[in-house]
């Protein structure tokens, strides 16, 4: 299956991740802000079985859009706005 790096799930946990803690309750093993967001707070807003979470997280930190971080055993992620940026210009310019 043909994975594309665009789609509303995406860019909707990409605009969330901007501000996480405007988006997502806190979360006991790790700071918002700091650390990131794991899967299962991603697919509780999504309204998404964890998996689903996992592979759309898991296309973005391979694309560089996301920076992964373990804290304490599990997975968080924070956006990598500079990343963000670079690849926003890429399609600007008709990439």
Do not use: N
């Amino acid at each position: 299956m043909f994975r594309t790096p665009v789609s509303d799930l995406r860019l909707r946990v990409l605009e969330w991740l901007r501000d996480p803690v405007a988006h997502f309750p806190p979360q006991p093993d790790g700071d918002l802000a700091e650390d990131g967001v794991t899967a299962d707070a991603v697919a509780a807003r999504l309204g998404v079985p964890r998996t689903v979470a996992d592979t759309h997280l898991g296309l973005l930190a391979d694309l560089g859009l996301l920076r992964a971080r373990s804290v304490r055993g599990r997975t968080h992620y924070r956006r990598d706005d500079m990343r963000t940026a670079e690849v926003a210009r890429l399609f600007e310019k008709g990439w």
